[in-house]
């Protein structure tokens, strides 16, 4: 299988993959109709018309598809909460990037174990969340979106790329050339942030995700002050143990004699197998370097022009292309939703990245800002002449309010006055946010925390407020040291959960009875 991975010979699909077309052949197994599900509707990303909802046809594998996932879930809930939270936290967030073709495709990579590939769904959020932070983390990995502010930084230092062409394989290129760090100027996050992307965009594409990527390191004119150890060890987990794609080969170009003797032995100690057996260092003259790549499916045309190839690499035109690529994306999505006047919008802002290379996002945003502006002093206006016109008939309804009043003193009548609108208690406000009283009043959240407990016996109380759709923070002033947004503890809300579980286990008893 290394000799395989190293010359290109991998079929390109997963173990699971190949017993998936067995299946397809008349071979069925216990896990066949599980694979073809999952050739079926595994998409680590979004192409086509695909959608997160759920699978566009129905295939062979669909009930195997649909008991794998729910196998999957049930795996995530029995790992601790501190290995969850980040995954619970991107269901509530950003549910399209939880979507069930994406959780799929690291049960693919993991030949059809759910507990491997719920493992590895889960520390793929926690990394997401380390390195992008609350902010940006649960947004859409895009330019526009978790990528916004590395955009020109990744640019000015494209210390990773990934490769427009492919090897002669058909596998995804990575290419490191790690002589243009310069950590005073760009950072080792900001680093770790740019390879999560170059690997998102290789996980997108379903047939480049199966079968795998080959990464080159230009290793030329390196000095000590340009490596980092703990930046490399965080470089390893991401590619072994976060991203549903394998490292087929890795090829260092032109090692340096610090690199060579000193770096690389170190390195090797903590890295995994799995990638120590498919290294390859290749030093010498540039021909020589060149003649081995070529034997490793790296001919001339597909190796950049920095390390003496024919492949002339712009990235300032690669991050353009992926703009283009995600704005008809996300206007593909629109169209899907039936928004007509958002995709007329959406389209003008395609056309225009298509033409000059570029979104006018900010544009747009200054657009709708000007627009928001005129119908503020538009509102504005109105208002000053209503209260004009008012003030100019103040003084007839005066007189009119005073001779009705001088009638009714006449008359012998009281003057009725206005009714004097007063402010809600505090207590009503309070009522006002709380809602109906309780006992008439079943919170749907928890009715959701129910239905899935009864669902999944074994499914911790916790999780099932979260699925629910409880959020909890910490606070070390209560017992538990959790409460939920609306001030309740934790303890109070598994209380309440369990008492709602028996009353519904006593309704359905007295059914059957």
Same mark, same amino acid.
């Given at each position: 299988?290394?000799?395989?991975?190293?010359?290109?010979?991998?079929?390109? %699909?997963?173990?699971?993959?190949?017993?998936?077309?067995?299946?397809?052949?008349?071979?069925?197994?216990?896990?066949?109709?599980?694979?073809?599900?999952?050739?079926?509707?595994?998409?680590?990303?979004?192409?086509?018309?695909?959608?997160?909802?759920?699978?566009?046809?129905?295939?062979?594998?669909?009930?195997?598809?649909?008991?794998?996932?729910?196998?999957?879930?049930?795996?995530?809930? !029995?790992?601790?909460?501190?290995?969850?939270?980040?995954?619970?936290?991107?269901?509530?967030?950003?549910?399209?990037?939880?979507?069930?073709?994406?959780?799929?495709?690291?049960?693919?990579?993991?030949?059809?174990?759910?507990?491997?590939?719920?493992?590895?769904?889960?520390?793929?959020?926690?990394?997401?969340?380390?390195?992008?932070?609350?902010?940006?983390?649960?947004?859409?990995?895009?330019?526009?979106?978790?990528?916004?502010?590395?955009?020109?930084?990744?640019?000015?230092?494209?210390?990773?790329?990934?490769?427009?062409?492919?090897?002669?394989?058909?596998?995804?290129?990575?290419?490191?050339?790690?002589?243009?760090?310069?950590?005073?100027?760009?950072?080792?996050?900001?680093?770790?942030?740019?390879?999560?992307?170059?690997?998102?965009?290789?996980?997108?594409?379903?047939?480049?995700?199966?079968?795998?990527?080959?990464?080159?390191?230009?290793?030329?004119?390196?000095?000590?002050?340009?490596?980092?150890?703990? @930046?490399?060890?965080?470089?390893?987990? @991401?590619?072994?143990?976060?991203?549903?794609?394998?490292?087929?080969?890795?090829?260092?170009?032109?090692?340096?004699?610090?690199?060579?003797?000193?770096?690389?032995?170190?390195?090797?100690?903590?890295?995994?197998?799995?990638?120590?057996?498919?290294?390859?260092?290749?030093?010498?003259?540039?021909?020589?370097?060149?003649?081995?790549?070529?034997?490793?499916?790296?001919?001339?045309?597909?190796?950049?022009?920095?390390?003496?190839?024919?492949?002339?690499?712009?990235?300032?035109?690669?991050?353009?292309?992926?703009?283009?690529?995600?704005?008809?994306?996300?206007?593909?999505?629109?169209?899907?939703?039936?928004?007509?006047?958002?995709?007329?919008?959406?389209?003008?802002?395609?056309?225009?990245?298509?033409?000059?290379?570029?979104?006018?996002?900010?544009?747009?945003?200054?657009?709708?800002?000007?627009?928001?502006?005129?119908?503020?002093?538009?509102?504005?206006?109105?208002?000053?002449?209503?209260?004009?016109?008012?003030?100019?008939?103040?003084? !007839?309804?005066?007189?009119?309010?005073? !001779?009705?009043?001088?009638?009714?003193?006449?008359?012998?009548?009281?003057?009725?006055?206005?009714?004097?609108?007063?402010?809600?208690?505090?207590?009503?406000?309070?009522?006002?946010?709380?809602?109906?009283?309780?006992?008439?009043?079943?919170?749907?959240?928890?009715?959701?925390?129910?239905?899935?407990?009864?669902?999944?016996?074994?499914?911790?109380?916790?999780? !099932?407020? %979260?699925?629910?759709?409880?959020?909890?923070?910490?606070?070390?002033?209560?017992?538990?040291?959790? %409460?939920?947004?609306?001030?309740?503890?934790?303890?109070?809300?598994?209380?309440?959960?369990?008492?709602?579980?028996?009353?519904?286990?006593?309704?359905?008893?007295?059914?059957?009875?």
């Amino acid at each position: 299988a290394i000799q395989s991975d190293l010359l290109g010979i991998t079929t390109g %699909v997963s173990n699971l993959a190949v017993r998936a077309s067995s299946a397809a052949a008349g071979n069925v197994s216990d896990m066949g109709g599980i694979a073809a599900g999952i050739l079926d509707h595994a998409s680590f990303g979004y192409q086509g018309d695909m959608t997160s909802e759920g699978p566009s046809k129905v295939g062979s594998g669909q009930d195997g598809w649909a008991t794998t996932l729910h196998r999957l879930e049930q795996e995530i809930a !029995a790992l601790p909460i501190s290995q969850t939270k980040s995954y619970r936290r991107a269901q509530r967030q950003c549910p399209d990037e939880v979507s069930d073709r994406r959780k799929m495709a690291f049960v693919e990579f993991d030949n059809g174990s759910v507990k491997e590939a719920a493992v590895r769904i889960c520390k793929y959020w926690e990394e997401r969340l380390s390195a992008f932070g609350p902010d940006r983390a649960f947004l859409p990995m895009t330019l526009a979106g978790a990528m916004k502010d590395e955009v020109v930084p990744m640019i000015n230092f494209p210390i990773w790329r990934r490769l427009p062409v492919t090897d002669a394989a058909g596998r995804a290129i990575l290419y490191g050339e790690t002589s243009r760090r310069d950590f005073t100027k760009y950072s080792p996050e900001q680093e770790v942030r740019a390879m999560m992307y170059m690997l998102e965009t290789m996980c997108e594409d379903d047939d480049l995700r199966r079968k795998g990527y080959v990464a080159i390191y230009n290793a030329e004119n390196v000095q000590q002050h340009q490596t980092d150890r703990a @930046l490399t060890r965080q470089h390893i987990v @991401l590619l072994e143990n976060v991203y549903p794609i394998r490292t087929r080969a890795s090829h260092i170009c032109h090692p340096t004699k610090f690199m060579f003797y000193m770096f690389l032995p170190v390195v090797k100690i903590f890295m995994p197998k799995e990638i120590r057996l498919r290294l390859k260092i290749h030093y010498g003259d540039t021909e020589k370097v060149l003649r081995e790549l070529d034997g490793f499916c790296l001919p001339r045309d597909r190796v950049p022009d920095s390390l003496s190839g024919d492949l002339h690499y712009d990235m300032n035109q690669w991050v353009l292309d992926r703009m283009a690529v995600e704005n008809r994306r996300l206007m593909l999505q629109i169209q899907s939703a039936g928004f007509g006047t958002a995709t007329s919008n959406m389209r003008q802002i395609s056309v225009a990245s298509d033409m000059t290379g570029h979104s006018n996002v900010d544009s747009s945003t200054n657009s709708a800002q000007g627009l928001a502006s005129k119908q503020r002093r538009g509102s504005a206006s109105k208002k000053t002449a209503r209260s004009k016109s008012k003030k100019l008939t103040k003084p !007839a309804s005066a007189k009119a309010s005073s !001779a009705s009043s001088s009638l009714d003193s006449k008359n012998g009548k009281k003057p009725k006055g206005k009714k004097r609108q007063t402010k809600p208690s505090k207590k009503q406000q309070e009522d006002l946010i709380r809602g109906p009283p309780r006992g008439k009043y079943v919170d749907p959240r928890m009715q959701k925390a129910v239905e899935a407990k009864m669902d999944d016996p074994k499914l911790p109380l916790y999780d !099932a407020l %979260v699925i629910g759709g409880f959020v909890f923070k910490d606070d070390p002033s209560v017992k538990d040291g959790m %409460v939920d947004l609306d001030g309740t503890t934790l303890a109070q809300r598994k209380n309440n959960l369990c008492r709602r579980i028996r009353l519904e286990k006593e309704k359905l008893a007295k059914k059957s009875g």
